[in-house]
């Protein structure tokens, strides 16, 4: 399997797992004090997986941008040239989306450990 399918797999994945937890939490329409706690550490984990697979998603662009830049300097002909450029452009576009689809998690990810911060919040002034 290549990288950018795996890296795909990934995305999905983590998309999957994202609207389940909110499914889940969100059913009943109403969040509960320890549903915002178990929300808040989960979310903890999985941004720190979010950074992960976006460091790697970075590495794989970064790696065809090298390659392609390396057979570009020895490149003469401009109109090969400009068919590598054309090429790597579309090599790196598929990469460039999965890096949007997981900086658009880590947004959520964001809201949603500020909701749950601000029901924390509130749940230990309803307890105190």
Aim: proline share 1%; aromatic share 4%; with cysteine.
């Amino acid at each position: 399997m290549a990288e950018i399918d795996v890296l795909r797999q990934e995305v999905q994945e983590f998309q999957e797992r994202w609207n389940s937890m909110v499914l889940d939490i969100t059913e009943d329409f109403k969040i509960t004090c320890e549903e915002a706690r178990t929300v808040h550490d989960w979310l903890g984990r999985e941004r720190k997986a979010y950074a992960v697979l976006k460091k790697r998603i970075n590495l794989q662009i970064r790696t065809i941008r090298n390659d392609y830049e390396r057979r570009l300097t020895e490149e003469d002909n401009r109109t090969t040239a400009k068919a590598q450029r054309v090429e790597r452009d579309l090599k790196i576009q598929p990469l460039k989306a999965l890096a949007l689809a997981v900086d658009e998690l880590l947004l959520k990810g964001d809201e949603m450990k500020l909701r749950a911060e601000r029901l924390i919040e509130q749940c230990k002034g309803d307890e105190g």
